[in-house]
């Protein structure tokens, strides 16, 4: 095959190449229905996209996460009242001593 190139294919202008696999069972479905109908491939499958497209099922749940473990208290500062772990792992009242702004 001297002289051609292989690596080239020519695409009919205004559309482009869609390559990927499908369940053995489906493309054996997809070819049984255009044949009996007497329809390509490409039409059907673009047909498919858009109404699937156009009429899309509700976007798929994401999974469910594992619950995050329980948070223990770290460190030697006791949390402030009314302020939960955050003022503990903070610094709480100490640091704003540090800084000035405790008395």
Do not use: C, W, Y
């Not at 208290?73 to 009242?93: D, L, Q, V």
Request: net charge positive; proline share 14%.
């Amino acid at each position: 095959m001297e002289g051609h190139d292989m690596g080239k294919r020519r695409v009919t202008p205004g559309t482009s190449q869609l390559n990927l696999e499908i369940e053995t069972g489906l493309r054996e479905r997809l070819r049984a229905f255009t044949e009996e109908r007497g329809e390509k491939v490409r039409h059907v499958v673009e047909a498919a996209l858009r109404r699937h497209m156009d009429n899309p099922p509700p976007p798929p749940k994401p999974p469910e996460l594992p619950p995050l473990p329980p948070v223990t208290a770290s460190g030697s500062a006791p949390a402030m009242p009314g302020m939960g772990e955050t003022a503990a792992r903070a610094g709480g009242a100490e640091t704003a001593k540090k800084k000035g702004k405790g008395k």
